[in-house]
C-alpha cells in the first residue's frame, strides 16, 4: 500500500478471483485491539465477505452510489461472473469522473459538511486516537486547542493514512502523540465556499478531507470525499449518467483488455516454462540413458534400460525394442508395457505383420508418427495386431549399427489417440542412436575379446605341437609354487626330454619329425 500510494489493498488468490478487501480502517481497528502485529496474515484480518459489483452493474451510478452508502465502504471491487477482479471503484475515482461544473458550483459547503467532528489534544497517544476513529468509525481525528471562550481551534489532523504510514515502523503507539504525526498546517475552507472550490482544493492539496473553520479559524465542521458524494441530488446525477456511463464502460473495457492481454502473457510464459522444464528433463533423460549405456556392453541390459525409460518419461503405453534377423528369426527383444495391457513379446503372430514393413524407408533414418492407426489403411494382420493390443497411436525410430539397419524402436499409445509432438519425437531418434552406437560399442567389445583370447592362446603354446610353451609353464609354475606356500605343502615337479631326437630327424627327415611330435 505504502509502495503504491494506495489506501487499500485486493487480496486475491493465483487465478485472480477476489477473496477479500485491506484498507487502512482495517489497519486502525487492528491497532486499536491491541492485536500483536509479529506474525499476523492477510487471511487473519480481512473480511471474506466482501462487498462487490459485477460488470454489467458498473452503468448505473445510482445503484454504486446506493451500494456505498448501504454498506458504509469507500472501496467497490469490480468482478465477472466467475468473480474475477477487473478493477475497483472509489470515492475519488468517481468523483474524478463527475463534472463539478454542472454538480457542485451551486452548492456550499455548509450543505454537506459534517458537523459533528471527533476531536482531540495534541498531546493524545496514537493508540488513544486509533480507538477513537475505531469506536466511531471515523476516518480522521482533527487534532484541536481549547482557547478561552471555548473556542475551539484546529491545528492539525491525523487521518487513517497516518496511521497506515506508521504500521511498517513498528513505532510504540502508546508513548507516539497526535503532535508528532498530525498533518499540518491545514488547508481550511469556508464554510460559504461552493463545493467546486472545496473539490479542486482537495485536488490540489492530494486530500480528501478538509477542515471548515469560521471568520476567527474556530472549528464548525468538516467535508470529505463521502459527504461530496452523498448529498448529491439523483435527479443532477442523471445529468451526467450518460458520460459516465461511457467512460466507466470505456475504462472498464480497457481494463479488461489489459486484463486479458496480461492473462495471455501470463499463460505464455508459463507454456514457455512447461517446455523450458521439459527441455531440461528430456536433456538430463538422454545423458541419464547415455551414460547408462556407455558403462554398460550388455545389449539386453542396454536396450532393457532404454525401453523402461522412454516410456515412463513419455508417458506410453507401451515400449519395446524390435531386431531384424534377415535369416528369419527377427523378434522383440525387450519390453516395456504399462499395467493392464498384453505384451507383445513372444506373440508368434507379430512376424508375419513385421516382415511387410520396408526396410528401405527406415534404413534412412526416418522416423514414423502415426497419431491414430485407425485412420490409415490396414492389412488383414495388421487389424488383427491392432485389436489385440489395443494399439491407437505409434511412434518407430530405426536403430541402426554400422549402416546396417539392426532393429527398431517403438512406442505406442493404448488408451486412445496421441498427437506426438516435436521434442518426443526428436527424443526417441537421440535414444535410437545411441543405442545404434551402443550395440556397435558392444559389438567391438566382443570382437576385441576374441582376438585378445587369440593372441593369449598364441603367446602361451607351441605354434607347431600346440602344446603350452615355456611362458605357460612359468605362470602354472609361479601359481602353484604360490599355493604350496599358502597352504604349507610340498611341491613336486616332473621334467620329461625326449633324448636322441636328433637321430630320427636325420634319419626320417624334419617332416617325419614334426609329424611325430604331433
Known amino acids: 500500500m505504502r509502495s503504491y500510494a494506495s489506501n487499500y489493498v485486493l487480496v486475491v488468490d493465483q487465478q485472480t478471483t477476489l477473496i477479500g478487501i485491506f484498507t487502512e480502517r482495517d489497519m486502525v481497528r487492528i491497532i486499536a485491539q491491541g492485536t500483536p502485529l509479529a506474525g499476523l496474515q492477510l487471511a487473519d484480518v480481512i473480511d471474506p465477505q466482501v462487498v462487490s459489483i459485477q460488470e454489467h452493474q458498473v452503468g448505473d451510478?445510482?445503484?454504486?452510489l446506493a451500494l456505498l452508502r448501504q454498506h458504509h465502504i469507500r472501496h467497490l471491487p469490480i468482478v465477472t461472473h466467475q468473480h474475477t477482479v477487473t478493477g475497483i471503484i472509489t470515492h475519488e475515482s468517481i468523483r474524478e469522473l463527475l463534472n463539478p461544473v454542472d454538480l457542485l458550483r451551486l452548492r456550499r459547503v455548509h450543505e454537506v459538511m459534517v458537523k459533528t467532528v471527533?476531536?482531540?489534544?495534541?498531546?493524545?497517544?496514537?493508540l488513544s486516537l486509533t480507538?477513537?476513529?475505531?469506536?466511531?468509525?471515523?476516518?480522521?481525528?482533527?487534532i484541536a486547542e481549547t482557547k478561552v471562550l471555548g473556542q475551539t481551534l484546529p491545528?492539525?489532523?491525523?487521518?487513517?493514512?497516518?496511521?497506515?504510514?506508521?504500521?511498517?515502523?513498528?513505532q510504540n503507539y502508546q508513548q507516539l502523540t497526535a503532535k508528532q504525526v498530525m498533518s499540518s498546517p491545514l488547508a481550511p475552507i469556508s464554510s460559504q465556499e461552493t463545493l467546486w472550490n472545496a473539490h479542486k482544493l482537495m485536488q490540489s492539496r492530494h486530500v480528501r478531507r478538509l477542515v471548515v473553520v469560521d471568520q476567527q479559524g474556530g472549528l464548525e465542521g468538516l467535508v470529505t470525499q463521502t459527504t461530496l458524494l452523498q448529498m448529491l441530488d439523483p435527479v443532477e446525477a442523471y445529468i451526467t449518467i450518460e458520460t459516465l456511463q461511457k467512460v466507466i464502460h470505456d475504462r472498464t473495457v480497457s481494463l479488461h483488455k489489459a486484463n486479458k492481454d496480461l492473462h495471455k502473457k501470463v499463460l505464455e510464459r508459463k507454456r514457455a516454462k512447461a517446455a523450458l522444464q521439459k527441455q531440461i528433463i528430456r536433456e538430463r533423460l538422454l545423458n541419464r540413458i547415455s551414460q547408462k549405456i556407455r558403462h554398460s556392453l550388455n545389449v539386453e541390459e542396454i536396450l532393457t534400460i532404454t525401453v523402461v525409460e522412454v516410456r515412463q518419461f513419455l508417458e506410453a503405453d507401451r515400449a519395446f525394442v524390435y531386431q531384424f534377423h534377415w535369416s528369419g528369426t527377427s523378434k522383440v527383444v525387450v519390453e516395456s508395457v504399462e499395467d493392464g495391457y498384453l505384451a507383445m513379446q513372444d506373440y508368434s503372430a507379430l512376424e508375419t505383420v513385421m516382415t511387410q514393413l520396408k526396410p528401405d524407408s527406415y534404413q534412412k533414418g526416418r522416423i514414423h508418427?502415426?497419431?491414430?492407426?485407425t485412420m490409415i489403411e490396414q492389412t488383414a494382420q495388421e487389424s488383427l495386431l491392432i485389436d489385440r493390443f489395443q494399439i491407437r497411436s505409434s511412434l518407430i525410430a530405426p536403430i541402426v549399427e554400422r549402416?546396417?539397419?539392426w532393429?527398431?524402436?517403438v512406442l505406442n499409445q493404448c488408451s486412445g489417440t496421441r498427437r506426438w509432438e516435436k521434442l518426443e519425437i526428436d527424443l526417441l531418434k537421440q535414444l535410437a542412436t545411441q543405442v545404434g552406437i551402443a550395440l556397435q560399442q558392444a559389438h567391438l567389445y566382443t570382437q576385441l575379446e576374441a582376438a585378445n583370447e587369440q593372441l593369449k592362446h598364441l603367446a602361451e603354446s607351441d605354434g607347431l605341437t600346440q602344446i603350452a610353451n615355456r611362458r605357460r609353464f612359468n605362470?602354472?609354475?609361479?601359481?602353484?609354487?604360490?599355493?604350496?606356500?599358502?597352504?604349507?605343502?610340498?611341491?613336486?615337479?616332473?621334467?620329461?626330454?625326449?633324448?636322441y631326437f636328433k637321430i630320427l630327424n636325420d634319419t626320417y627327415g624334419h617332416q617325419a619329425g614334426d609329424d611325430c611330435l604331433n
Request: proline content about 4%; glycine content about 2%.
Open 155 to 170: 491545528i492539525g489532523i491525523v487521518t487513517e493514512r497516518d496511521i497506515a504510514r506508521l504500521w511498517s515502523t513498528e
Open 118 to 126: 471527533i476531536c482531540a489534544e495534541p498531546e493524545t497517544s496514537i
Open 131 to 142: 480507538q477513537l476513529m475505531d469506536s466511531y468509525k471515523v476516518s480522521c481525528v482533527v
Open 403 to 405: 549402416n546396417n539397419l
Open 475 to 499: 605362470q602354472v609354475f609361479h601359481t602353484e609354487w604360490s599355493r604350496a606356500i599358502r597352504e604349507q605343502q610340498p611341491l613336486s615337479l616332473i621334467l620329461c626330454d625326449i633324448d
Open 407 to 409: 532393429g527398431l524402436l
Open 369 to 373: 508418427s502415426i497419431p491414430d492407426l
Open 61 to 64: 451510478l445510482l445503484e454504486v
